[in-house]
C-alpha cells in the first residue's frame, strides 16, 4: 500500500526555518518525481516545488531562493527545508507522488499534511 | 507563469444532473493538464491526468477533455458525493513548472 506521512509542521515566528519531512513506502521512491503542494487556510491549492528521480529542483517564485527541495532515497523521505518564513506560508503543506512524469501530469498519491503556522 | 482560470466559480447542481466545468489556460500546454477534487478536511484526490485519461479507481462518470487553452470537467450524472471543490493542475514542458486553477466548488442546488 502506497503511503505518505509528512510530519515537522508547527508554529514558528517570521524570518524563522521549518524542515518539513514526507516519509514514503508501498512504492520505489526512487524512481518518482515528488512534489510540496501547500494550502492556506480556506484557500485553494499552491505548488511550491518538485524534485525530480535525477533530483532536479523546481520551485514556483514566491518561495524560490527560501525554499530548498531535497529527498533521500536510501531513507525514501522527502523533504522541505523553509527559511525565511512569512505569514504568507501559512498552510497545510502536503507531499504528492507524480504519477504522470516524465511525459505528463498528475499526482495520484497525496500524504495527509502538515500544518504550518508562521505567526509572532 | 501559465495562469489557470476555472469557471464557474461556484456551480449549485442537484444529484442526476450534468456537470460542466472549465479550465482555460493563459498559454497553451498541449495535453498537459490534471484534475482534482478535494472535500473539506482532505487531501486532494486525482480524477484525470493528462487532460483525458481517467485516473485508477474513478467512476467512468468523470470525464476530461480539450487540449490548448481550453479543458473541460464532466460529470455525466451527479451522486451526492461528489458535491466537493475541483481544481485543474497544469504543467510547463521544461524546465517543468507547476500552477493550479483557483478552484471550482460544486454545491449541492
Known amino acids: 500500500e502506497v503511503q505518505l506521512v509528512e510530519s515537522g509542521g508547527g508554529l514558528v515566528q517570521p524570518g524563522g526555518s521549518l524542515r518539513l519531512s514526507c516519509a514514503a513506502s508501498?512504492?520505489?521512491?526512487?524512481?518518482?518525481?515528488m512534489h510540496w503542494v501547500r494550502q492556506a487556510p480556506g484557500k485553494g491549492l499552491v505548488w511550491v516545488s518538485h524534485?525530480?528521480?535525477?533530483?532536479?529542483?523546481t520551485y514556483a517564485d514566491s518561495v524560490k531562493g527560501r525554499f530548498t527541495i531535497s529527498r533521500d532515497n536510501a531513507k525514501n523521505t522527502l523533504y522541505l527545508q523553509m527559511n525565511g518564513l512569512t505569514a504568507e506560508d501559512t498552510g497545510v503543506y502536503y507531499c504528492?507522488?507524480?504519477?504522470?512524469?516524465?511525459?505528463?501530469?498528475?499526482?495520484?498519491?497525496w500524504g495527509q499534511g502538515t500544518l504550518v503556522t508562521v505567526s509572532s | 507563469e501559465i495562469v489557470l482560470t476555472q469557471s464557474p466559480a461556484t456551480l449549485s447542481l442537484s444529484p442526476g444532473e450534468r456537470a460542466t466545468l472549465s479550465c482555460r489556460a493563459s498559454?497553451?500546454?498541449?495535453?498537459?493538464l490534471a484534475w482534482y477534487q478535494q472535500k473539506p478536511g482532505q487531501a486532494p484526490r486525482l480524477l484525470i491526468y493528462?487532460?483525458?485519461s481517467r485516473a485508477t479507481g474513478i467512476p467512468a462518470r468523470f470525464s476530461g477533455s480539450g487540449s490548448g487553452t481550453d479543458f473541460t470537467l464532466t460529470i455525466s450524472s451527479l451522486e451526492p458525493e461528489d458535491f466537493a471543490v475541483y481544481y485543474c493542475?497544469?504543467?510547463?514542458?521544461?524546465?517543468?513548472?507547476?500552477?493550479f486553477g483557483q478552484g471550482t466548488k460544486l454545491e449541492m442546488k
Open positions: 504528492a507522488r507524480d504519477s504522470a512524469a516524465p511525459i505528463g501530469v498528475g499526482s495520484d498519491y
Open positions: 508501498g512504492f520505489s521512491f526512487r524512481n518518482y518525481w
Open positions: 524534485i525530480n528521480s535525477d533530483e532536479i529542483t
Open positions: 498559454q497553451s500546454l498541449s495535453s498537459y
Open positions: 493528462d487532460a483525458s
Open positions: 493542475q497544469q504543467r510547463s514542458n521544461w524546465p517543468p513548472r507547476y500552477t
